[in-house]
């Protein structure tokens, strides 16, 4: 499922940035508000996995990696039922994996979604982009199904009318993508820090807080999540040769680590996680040995020599 988003630096108004479109995964950089091209009643629960907000819209999900974030919480908002405004989704405090009640808060800002249309009909919702719109021959318009002889131009464009058009049933020909792809392979870690470097096996010990993880069994294009135990601690994109590489974003503590991958498609669509790759962050280094006592052993007089002694 393909969501129109704004991602905006919390700092800035709703006006700023670009629309962009989003399938299963939306990573955040930092503390951002995020405006989905979604209602309250499109979304049928919200969990919080580590430091992500899964979104389940019923059958699929949408991941926001790093929306609980060290320097702050993201924002998240929707388009109201009436299609007329946003509201503001307040979540509850939680600090482990839990779902997550919410509250919605109207705003007196407009919507940040100008270039795309909106329709509140028979709890009937349809967002589509002014592109596709002109591709189907339908202008500024939107097409729906029922009894009416025309259907309300969007906010924004006038009052125009148009007559509706049958929504068209699932192409047989070209059906949706739902296959997950295979899970990607951790093909090993390096340690890039220190006095000795280089690759760390499985359940090895590495000094490096922030060590590379290298894999491959990907298709290009795919989005590669990186997890320590159940958290997303970084993301990145499979090159053309099917390979990958990701650097966590912050420092991994000392002890062990359960770092597992999954890949997931421009569909939306996420493979199971990777064979767990562990490994052990110790920077701490060992207590300094002491000396007992030192013995002559050659010679007339042996044994027991004194600290500062001769022999």
């Known amino acids: 499922m393909s969501i129109a988003t704004k991602v905006i630096n919390l700092n800035e108004p709703s006006t700023a940035g670009t629309i962009q479109e989003t399938n ?17 009643t499109d979304i049928k629960s919200y969990v919080r996995q580590g430091t992500d907000l899964i979104i389940d819209l019923g059958g699929e999900k949408l991941r926001v990696i790093n929306f609980y974030h060290v320097n702050g919480d ?3 908002y929707l388009n109201d039922e009436d299609c007329e405004g946003i509201v503001q989704v307040d979540l509850s405090p939680t600090v482990g994996d839990e779902a997550v009640i919410v509250q919605y808060i109207p705003q007196t800002e407009p ?6 249309t909106c329709v509140a009909e028979d709890d009937v919702y349809a ?8 591709g189907l021959g339908v202008g500024l318009g939107v097409a729906l199904s029922g009894d009416d002889d025309s259907v309300p131009a969007a906010s924004g464009f006038g009052s125009e009318t148009v007559p509706p058009t049958p929504i068209n049933p699932p192409d047989p020909i070209n059906p949706p993508d739902t296959t997950a792809p295979a899970a990607p392979v951790i093909s090993s870690i390096q340690d890039n820090a220190g006095a000795v470097q280089g690759p760390v096996a499985s359940g090895g ?28 601690i970084g993301s990145t994109t499979v090159a053309p040769d099917g390979t990958w590489s990701i650097t966590p974003g912050s420092p991994l503590p000392e002890g062990n680590h359960n770092l597992t991958v999954t890949a997931t498609d421009p569909a939306g669509n996420e493979s199971t996680p990777s064979d767990p790759y562990n490994v052990v962050i110790d ?23 004194a600290n500062g002694g001769s022999t």
């Open 24 to 40: 299963g995964t939306l990573v955040l950089e930092q503390p951002s508000r995020v405006f989905l091209n979604l209602k309250p």
């Open 74 to 76: 993201s924002k998240l």
């Open 111 to 116: 919507s940040p979604f100008e270039s795309l």
């Open 127 to 134: 967002m589509v982009g002014t592109a596709a719109l002109i």
């Open 205 to 232: 010990s590495t000094d490096d807080t922030t060590p590379t993880v290298n894999g491959s069994g990907a298709t290009p294009g795919d989005t590669i999540t990186l997890y320590d135990g159940t958290t997303a």
């Open 283 to 305: 920077t701490t280094a060992p207590t300094a040995p002491s000396i007992g006592s030192v013995t002559d052993d050659v010679g007339a007089v042996q044994g027991p020599v």
